[in-house]
């Protein structure tokens, strides 16, 4: 069988196809739908939100809204939840939600919103102003991590830790647990084997999620490692004290601390919940158990806690987050339940496809379509992952020469590795991508150092990045950046008793004194940043970058121009904010915060390659969902311990992505090579999603080899 030469599509089902899908070709709705906002809104159209200080409400959101919005927006009070499944206007809903409780007299700081990510919390803000047109500045809202913050950052001292602590991200949590680990190993034996630190982090945070014991985080997420409990829960501990030491808290910590300060100090929790009058959540279904135990405890004085998500779209299970919660909160008697179920993103063909394909285990829901028929969804059959390459490059090209961009059209997959054979027919036909997964902008180590600099200048305990800015120095390593660093925390123990966060006033007295005087410019680039401390974000990253890390980089960093450029771009962020602390705090905090290397600025027309899990909430007009082969898609783990139910959600929420086409792919084989990798799993059928798709509602498509 000859391969990579000539292959085009043989279609098996309808004989004809249109042609030409262009922009929103397709028709966006039906005619008796209120008006709306793109995507998941009624007509396809620009947002326009009227304005409730020039109208009766009611007759607002009687023309905005459809019925089951309606109902969601108006009735919802005292425990709620409004299930709103995809493409159902779910942001809408909690908009006018907001704009209906200012308008009836609630105030902004009396209502508190939690949502998935900093850029959705913007967004609904943003919405609310223009709808009621009012400032809302005094309404918290944000991530759980954002509002545990906010809420810490007034009660920290009630917990033994200063005001001014640091959050260490990612990467700096796993530096400190990695020295509680070589703590622990002086402790035993130099040559005992220990878990990596990755997968100490991985047992560890799930136990603070879900609020089990580290016994039980051990058995759900590495049974294997169960001899290795009482190490763990060493390493834990020490992790633990080299955070209070430093004045830090990871992730985990803010969400933990703020648990535990509620629980010790109950009238922080009677003053926190008896301000927020009204307690919205969105994406439900993506709780876990402490972020579920912080929102009853937040809505306990007034008991309005209102929550919305779809239990079918429940993906992060790895975090914690169990579907099973929505079912639990529908359970509970004083609840209230609203669905909304119009689907206004897809049109009908793809919208048939989605409700035969709802996971098992779902509360029970039927989407509408708000879209006419247009073209059914495509099943294309290849040989191997090398045809199925070729597939998508076809699918690709023939939607350019339909009109398409490039940016309408996303590639989705269960896991990265799945996308390595496509990536690299990518390259060779100069087809443009951006995939959405890899480090964020401030885990470059570029960023990551400037930070530092900030960070201690902010917190002058933070060990972690201390450490990493010493190094970066010649002649420092790991134990002179120690011995510096136990210096530096003498000094400023020793020093007079001051003002809450105002202990690093004598730092550049005391760094003279550590052994960083034999080093001429760290101590002068160091003396000179905190002499000027309570300069703008911007002014001290200028001053690092000129006076030591634009050199720095030529030296290190074969892509130094460009990595300049993007310290160049942080410190233009940075001018918005007044002080260092004000922007530690939003950076580390936010998933984003609109700083976002040139090759992923989304805006860029460029094919989007993601995983199922980093699709979620996007949408685009074609969609094609790679190698959906038992083994591959589901996954082999989750067959072979039958855990499919994340599966199947994750199947779900892919294909409802799509807006006008959707392309799922399957291979005869898998991989180039039948008799390795999933072999075993693709003789079991009913493992296979594609054996569940009703002929029907699908075209099938094969490739004819010439």
Known sequence: ?????????????????????????????????????????PNGVKEKFPSLSGGSPSSLFENELDEEQREAVIKSEGRSIIVAGPGSGKTRVITYKIAYLLNNGVEPENILLVTFT???????????????????????AGTFHHVCNSILRKYATLLDYKNNYSILDKEDSKDLLKMAKSEYIKEISDNYKLPKEEVIMKI????????????ESILER????????????????????????????????????????????????????????????????????????????????????????????SIYSFRGALFKNVKDFIEDERTKVFKIQSNYRSTSDIVGLINHLIPSNSVPKVLKPKRKSYLK?????????????????????????????????????????????LQQKLDSKGIPYRILSGLRFIETAHIKDILAFLKVLNNPLDKISWSRILKLFPGIGNKTASKIYEEIETGIGKSPERGQGEENDNISNILKETEINKFKTPLELLTKLFDNKESSPDELIDTIYKDFYQEYSFLTYADSKSRNMDIERFSEIASRYDSVS?????????????????????????????TIHGAKGLEWKVVILISVNPGDFPNGLAIKEQKLDEEERLFYVAITRAKNELYILKQLTGTTNPYLKNSFYFVKKENDFIKKIPEETVNRLKIKYK
């Open 1 to 41: 069988m000859a391969k990579n030469k000539g292959n085009d599509f043989l279609f098996l089902g309808e004989k004809n196809t249109p042609k030409g899908v262009q922009g929103n070709t397709p028709n966006e709705v039906e005619e008796n739908t209120p008006k709306g906002v793109q995507g998941n809104t």
């Open 377 to 421: 969804p495509f099943v294309v059959e290849t040989f191997d992952d090398l045809e199925q390459a070729d597939a998508v490059v076809k699918i690709i090209e023939d939607k350019l020469k339909e009109g398409l961009d490039y940016k309408d059209i996303a590639v989705l997959y269960r896991s990265h590795s799945l996308s390595m054979v």
């Open 204 to 215: 560890i945070s799930y136990s603070c999620n879900t609020l089990t014991s580290l016994r």
């Open 222 to 313: 590495a049974p294997y490692l169960l001899n290795f409990e009482r190490d763990i829960e060493q390493i834990w501990s020490i992790y633990i004290q080299l955070k209070k030491d430093m004045n830090a808290m990871d992730y985990d910590d803010l969400l933990v601390n703020t648990l535990v300060l509620f629980k010790t100090h109950p009238e922080v929790l009677n003053k926190c919940s008896s301000q927020f009058k009204y307690v919205l959540v969105d994406e439900f279904q993506d709780t876990n158990k402490i972020q579920i135990e912080l929102v009853e405890a937040l809505s306990s004085v007034h008991g309005n806690l209102i929550v919305v998500g779809d239990d079918s779209q």
């Open 118 to 140: 900093r850029a959705a919390a913007r967004e609904m803000i943003e919405r609310v102003k223009n709808v009621t047109n009012r400032n809302i500045d005094k309404m918290l």
């Open 582 to 610: 004000a922007f530690i705090e939003d950076l580390t905090l936010s998933e984003e915060i609109g700083v976002i290397p040139a090759s992923r600025d989304k805006d860029e027309n460029k094919l989007t390659l993601t």
